[in-house]
């Protein structure tokens, strides 16, 4: 492509890794990564997007009617959230490619009709919360397990794949103290070498699956991305689109239930054997012996009396229970004396055991979870890709109603019925009083001279036309109740500015001649030529211009106050003369104007209009001043 040079080519091969990859990604318009590569402009890069698209930038020609468009796709992208829409909005242009002003006429229309009765702020809010899913996963070390390997290949190799960034590894040559690690995962390959006797070892072939060796490392990409795949699943749900993402939520679930607080066993175990103390000591002093049975306590004999070992049977049997009930553990830490004596070593066997066995039965069922997962990673991320793209959907369909915009009709003419800037729009959405204007162009009438007051509108009329034309090649719609746009290849829009010198007027020229040959149907407008150039040679620029653009399909609105001399140097039967007329001042001293243009009208320029007004606001001595001048009206 012209103008991309091979350092940028070679920084955009080794960004997506191969040319294949990279095309796949930009037809797919997934262009964040060329977006953000160092060196390359952002303009260069949306160069680079519609070239292989093979879209077209031509249509706007000049810098002021870009300056409308860009305009346009700011106010889209204040309703997008993922840098995929907001990318792909940068990449919308108008086209004369009317296939493709449909398809974006259906696409906003199908998502209008999609999120018609829905709540569009809940939207936007869980769209602030979904990115893009993440494989840069940041090992978590975990001490409290450690590989051991049988064969010495199998420790380099682990070590090769960085296994040693999330756990302890050891080659069991070494001999390895393997003291304080709640379970051992050995790993071996003929078993010749036997672990030590432990219940917290759990022996894996060498041969098995990276997840069942290391599942966090599979279990990691899902919990980092867990807060994104619930809001893609609230959303998707919330849009009525199917989803596998609940199955991965529930399996993680399972995974969470087993990291929660280990059983306090020491402070249960105290706590049943308190209120045991007290039931022995309450029960005893309520029972009678007999002289046998005193003289059984008070002789060497290690026995107790029976009543009194029924007594502890019973209310240690309930402890028992009340054990088992509250730790999910079958044990017996209680010895009978009075108070109760705790069997310290029980308790640590039943302390190690269970920290094992829980250990185990979750590494067990992080290996199911695995297993389970591992068929939805390609659906989910799907499923959230399609998400992320659907903003851009939404993004349009939002700004459509927020603009409150209209599919336009496309045929041979200018129609516009209660049509409007969308700055004023935007205002008349935050309370401000605006008029809508209602207007037309034809084939017969294409050329137009626009007259009228200062201050009263003339420019954002043009500006609003220039809108229109822009925004129904783009195909989103146009800010009017109704309008009917005929097919343009090309729009100029020439702003008026303060004179130009010599090389400026040269380039002005440079790019205005351009309008007025070629076969492309066309729209130009030009706001005030004589603020560009003296009024005698704009005369002339403009009658030369009109000359040849007359019979062809074009359109032109050309503001100027030099209507009448025009006139009189042309005999073109197409030109009309259109006028926006100031009617007076309100009580604030405001220019009180009818914005529709009236047809077949010179309108005049007013400027006592606003002289009254700078008058009847000013002090003296200038008040004196502007009223001399008023007087010569």
């Known amino acids: 492509m012209k103008g991309v040079g091979p350092k940028i080519v070679d920084k955009i091969i080794t960004t997506y890794g191969s040319y294949d990859k990279f095309l796949n990604k930009i037809q797919n318009y997934e262009i964040d990564e060329l977006m953000n590569i160092a060196g390359l402009s952002q303009k260069k890069a949306l160069d680079i997007i519609h070239y292989i698209h093979g879209t077209s930038n031509d249509y706007i020609k000049t810098p002021q009617a870009e300056d409308i468009y860009l305009d346009i796709i700011d106010r889209i992208n204040e309703f997008s959230t993922t840098e995929y829409a907001k990318n792909r909005i940068k990449l919308l242009r108008p086209t004369n490619n009317y296939d493709e002003i449909q398809q974006m006429n259906n696409l906003i229309e199908d998502t209008l009709d999609e999120i018609k009765d829905l709540d569009l702020d809940y939207i936007h809010d869980l769209y602030k919360m979904i990115k893009p899913l993440s494989d840069e996963i940041t090992p978590?070390?975990?001490?409290?397990?450690?590989?051991?390997?049988?064969e010495y290949d199998d420790y380099l190799n682990m070590l090769h794949k960085n296994y040693n960034k999330y756990t302890n590894i050891f080659p069991i040559e070494d001999q390895p103290n393997l003291d304080g690690y709640d379970y051992i995962l050995y790993v071996y390959n003929e078993y010749n070498i036997e672990p030590p006797e432990s219940?917290?070892?759990?022996?894996?072939?060498?041969t098995a699956d990276e997840y069942e060796i290391l599942p966090d490392i599979i279990l990691q990409y899902y919990t980092k991305n867990r807060k994104t795949l619930e809001n893609v699943y609230k959303l998707?749900?919330?849009?009525?689109?199917?989803?596998?993402?609940?199955?991965?939520?529930?399996?993680?679930?399972?995974?969470?239930?087993?990291?929660?607080?280990?059983?306090?066993?020491?402070?249960?175990?105290?706590?049943?054997?308190?209120?045991?103390?007290?039931?022995?000591?309450?029960?005893?002093?309520?029972?009678?012996?007999k002289g046998d049975e005193i003289l059984q306590l008070l002789g060497s004999s290690d026995e107790l009396p029976p009543k009194i070992v029924e007594i502890y049977n019973t209310i240690l049997n309930d402890a028992q229970v009340e054990l088992s009930e509250k730790t999910g553990i079958l044990f017996d830490p209680f010895i009978i004396q009075y108070?109760?004596?705790?069997?310290?070593?029980?308790?640590?066997r039943v302390k190690q055991n269970t920290i094992a066995n829980?250990?185990?039965?979750?590494?067990?069922?992080?290996?199911?979870?695995?297993?389970?997962?591992?068929?939805?990673?390609?659906?989910?991320?799907?499923?959230?890709?399609?998400?992320?793209?659907?903003?851009?959907?939404?993004?349009?369909a939002c700004f459509f109603l927020y603009y409150n915009l209209?599919?336009?009709?496309?045929?041979?003419?200018?129609?516009?019925?209660?049509?409007?800037?969308?700055?004023?729009?935007?205002?008349?959405?935050?309370?401000?009083?605006?008029?809508?204007?209602?207007?037309?162009?034809?084939?017969?009438?294409?050329?137009?001279?626009?007259?009228?007051?200062?201050?009263g509108g003339k420019t954002t009329l043009l500006e609003m036309i220039?809108?229109?034309?822009?925004?129904?090649?783009?195909?989103?719609?146009?800010?009017?109740?109704?309008?009917?746009?005929?097919?343009?290849?090309?729009?100029?829009?020439?702003?008026?500015?303060?004179?130009l010198n010599a090389g400026a007027f040269e380039t002005f020229l440079r790019s205005f001649i351009p309008a007025a040959v070629g076969d492309k149907k066309k729209l130009v407008l030009i706001d005030e030529l004589e603020s560009i150039t003296e009024l005698e040679a704009?005369?002339?620029?403009?009658?030369?211009?009109?000359?040849?653009?007359?019979?062809?399909?074009?359109?032109?609105?050309?503001?100027?106050?030099m209507a009448p001399e025009i006139l009189k140097q042309t005999q073109n039967i197409n030109i009309r003369v259109d006028g926006i007329e100031a009617q007076g001042l309100d009580e604030n001293y405001n220019l009180i104007v009818d914005r529709n243009p009236k047809i077949n009208y010179l309108a005049k320029s007013t400027p006592e209009l606003i002289l009254k007004r700078i008058y009847q606001k000013s002090d003296e001595p200038e008040k004196s001043i502007y009223k001399e001048i008023l007087d010569k009206f």
């Open 140 to 150: 978590r070390f975990d001490d409290s397990f450690a590989i051991v390997c049988e």
């Open 199 to 206: 219940p917290n070892i759990i022996s894996i072939k060498n």
């Open 236 to 289: 998707r749900t919330y849009l009525n689109k199917k989803s596998n993402i609940k199955d991965v939520l529930e399996v993680l679930d399972i995974i969470d239930s087993f990291t929660q607080k280990d059983v306090p066993i020491e402070q249960i175990v105290d706590e049943v054997k308190q209120r045991a103390d007290d039931k022995i000591n309450e029960q005893i002093q309520q029972i009678a012996l």
């Open 538 to 561: 704009a005369i002339k620029i403009i009658i030369g211009f009109i000359e040849l653009i007359q019979n062809k399909n074009n359109y032109a609105i050309i503001v100027t106050h």
């Open 339 to 348: 108070p109760i004596k705790i069997d310290e070593e029980e308790i640590e």
């Open 358 to 396: 829980k250990q185990i039965r979750q590494y067990e069922e992080k290996i199911r979870a695995c297993q389970q997962l591992q068929q939805y990673k390609q659906v989910i991320q799907q499923e959230t890709q399609e998400i992320i793209h659907y903003n851009f959907n939404f993004a349009l």
């Open 466 to 499: 220039a809108q229109i034309n822009i925004m129904t090649h783009m195909g989103i719609g146009v800010c009017a109740k109704n309008a009917v746009i005929p097919k343009t290849d090309e729009i100029y829009y020439f702003t008026k500015q303060q004179s």
């Open 406 to 455: 209209t599919i336009p009709t496309i045929a041979d003419e200018y129609i516009l019925d209660d049509a409007l800037h969308i700055r004023l729009q935007q205002e008349l959405n935050d309370g401000s009083i605006m008029q809508k204007v209602t207007y037309n162009l034809s084939n017969d009438e294409n050329i137009i001279l626009l007259t009228g007051a200062n201050s």
